[in-house]
Nanobody, 128 residues
């Protein structure tokens, strides 16, 4: 069982930056695939980025809308995954969720139905 707690959301002007953090409980965090999703008002939850376990050697994968602006990373010693968000746009406004699942595969998991564990979400608002 893993519990996830997000932090770091807030209000920022367009073009600004934020860094989200997701702290995980449990001793097996390093073996988890982690991801960030977001949900804007009136829209379905969408994939943002994922990072595989370090041992898998497969790395990261991003949604097209954020590629080149957002960076997902993990610190296994701190049981934490991060989402560095740069060049923010008003359309990035959403509740951002951290998600995790044990293990990895030959494919990047980009569907929310793949993930077993979820945080409570943190609001990110980008003003124009």
């Amino acid at each position: 069982q893993v519990q996830l707690v997000e932090s770091g959301g807030g209000l920022v002007q367009a073009g600004g930056s934020l860094r989200l953090s997701c702290a995980a409980s449990g001793r097996t965090f390093s073996s988890y695939t982690m991801a960030w999703f977001r949900q804007a008002p009136g829209k379905e939850r969408e994939f943002v980025a994922t990072i595989t376990p370090t041992w898998s050697g497969r790395g990261t994968y991003y949604a097209g809308a954020v590629k080149g602006r957002f960076t997902i990373s993990r610190d296994n010693a701190k049981n934490t995954v991060y989402l560095q968000m740069n060049s923010l746009k008003p359309e990035d406004t959403a509740v951002y969720y951290c998600a995790g699942l044990p293990g990895s595969s030959d494919y990047y998991y980009i569907s929310d139905s793949n993930y077993s564990y979820w945080g409570q979400g943190t609001q990110v608002t980008v003003s124009s």
